[in-house]
């Protein structure tokens, strides 16, 4: 696959302290879309100084926002695959070499496996979504999709998935989905599914809202 018909799709808000890093990171795998979500600091700057193509929201979207902005600017640049990464660099960029493989050889959709969980609702998220989908680790960041899955289903999220919905579609549809595993680093700042309590519960509402939502 040539690289320039491969999106890297990272969103970010308040991470000029690694957007830079990661973006030259991901240049040998793709083209680097960095949606800056409502950033007060210079992460866009940055990134497209970098070398990404910058969607700018000028007020906080969220996450599955800042994804959405980022499908749909690939889809305007007619790209084929589309893979999600996080922005503060706890991610193994290597590994984005096999979900370019897992996409080439065929899959639909290739989902990372980490190699640790953090908090209780990612836990049973992670056994529901095994029982019903087959998928052990659906709130890893780390995703690699072919795009006509996304227009298939006509969005990335839409009901604050914390980045699972389309790929929990995918799997109930019959897509072929891969899983590969993903090695994590600590991250230096506050996690994107917020602290404790209130990570948990926006967890199980995401779960809660899956289960309802997807077949």
Known sequence: MDRRRVGIVIPALNESATIATVVAGVLPYGE????????????????????????????????????????????????EYVITIDADGQHDLPTLATFI?????????VVGIRDRRQRLGETVFAMVAQRRWGIRDPLCGMKAYRIEVWRERGHFDAYESIGTELALFAAAVGKRVVQTPVKTRD???????????????????ALWLALTNIP
């Open 32 to 79: 680097a879309i960095v949606v800056d979500d409502g950033s007060s600091d210079d992460t866009g700057a940055r990134a497209a100084a970098a070398g990404a193509d910058v969607v700018r929201h000028p007020a906080n979207r969220g996450y599955d926002g800042a994804l959405n902005s980022g499908f749909a600017q690939a889809g305007k640049r007619g790209l």
């Open 101 to 109: 493989r897992g996409l080439d050889d065929g899959a639909d959709v």
């Open 187 to 205: 991250r230096a700042d506050a996690p994107r599914f917020g602290r404790r309590f209130a990570a948990n519960r926006r967890i199980f509402r």
